[in-house]
């Protein structure tokens, strides 16, 4: 059974700081390319961030240089840190797990960043 566990998610107040957790079970993790999604309230989903299984990091243009996406195989999870947060970091966070032909999503974690 493929299960995307995040944790991390809660109210943190602006200028705070975020690690996101995403840990991965049932998947060969170590070959998935894996990504951070946010949806804010009335807006589309987003992508922030991805991490191929050799490292390679991208950013959406907006997350540049206020994200950063990390992996660590040997625990089978994916980080998402984010300092200096703000009221417009509102949003669920999402992970996912992609294989090419197959896709896993998380939960999705509440982030709620208070003024």
């Known amino acids: 059974q493929v299960q995307l566990v995040e944790s991390g998610g809660n109210l943190v107040q602006a200028g705070g700081s975020l690690r996101l957790s995403c840990e991965a079970s049932g998947i060969i993790f170590r070959v998935a390319t894996m990504r951070w999604f946010r949806q804010a309230p009335g807006k589309q989903r987003e992508l922030v961030a991805d991490i191929t299984r050799d490292g390679t990091t991208n950013y959406a243009t907006a997350a540049k240089g206020r994200f950063t996406i990390s992996r660590d195989n040997g625990k089978n999870t994916v980080y998402l840190q984010r300092k200096s947060l703000q009221p417009d970091d509102t949003a669920v966070y999402y992970c996912?797990?992609?294989?090419?032909?197959?896709?896993?999503w998380g939960q999705g974690p509440q982030v709620t960043v208070s003024s």
């Open positions: 996912t797990a992609d294989f090419g032909v197959q896709y896993y």
